[in-house]
């Protein structure tokens, strides 16, 4: 069984910057896509960032600002977010999936195991 878990959200203001973390126990870190996702009260929960053997995707609205990193030796991934807008305001999550694929490596169901999420805010 795989345990994630998330570390490094907090209160920052418009245009800073956050460094999440999410460290890994349990199953081949290496082996899985690791994923970041973030839900606001109210919505649905969206795609932030992924990296694997794919490489690595961003969401539309993080694209440019976020950048997504893993250290296998450690067996975790990171998350960098740079010029923060209060619309990234969301708890955020990280998860790992067994068997990814380009095809739905951005999609919640795929993924296999979660964290139990870390709060950012970011105030205008």
């Known amino acids: 069984q795989v345990q994630l878990v998330e570390s490094g959200g907090g209160l920052v203001q418009a245009g800073g910057s956050l460094r999440l973390s999410c460290a890994a126990s349990g199953g081949t870190f290496s082996s899985y896509a690791m994923g970041w996702f973030r839900q606001a009260p109210g919505k649905e929960r969206e795609f932030v960032a992924a990296?694997?053997?794919?490489?690595?995707t961003y969401g539309d609205s993080v694209e440019g600002r976020f950048t997504i990193a893993r250290d296998n030796a450690k067996n975790t991934v990171y998350l960098q977010m740079n010029s923060l807008k209060p619309e990234d305001t969301a708890v955020y999550y990280c998860a790992a999936d067994e068997s990814p694929t380009i095809q739905t490596i951005r999609l919640v169901y795929e993924y296999d195991y979660w964290g139990q999420g870390t709060q950012v805010t970011v105030s205008s």
């Open positions: 990296i694997s053997w794919i490489g690595s």
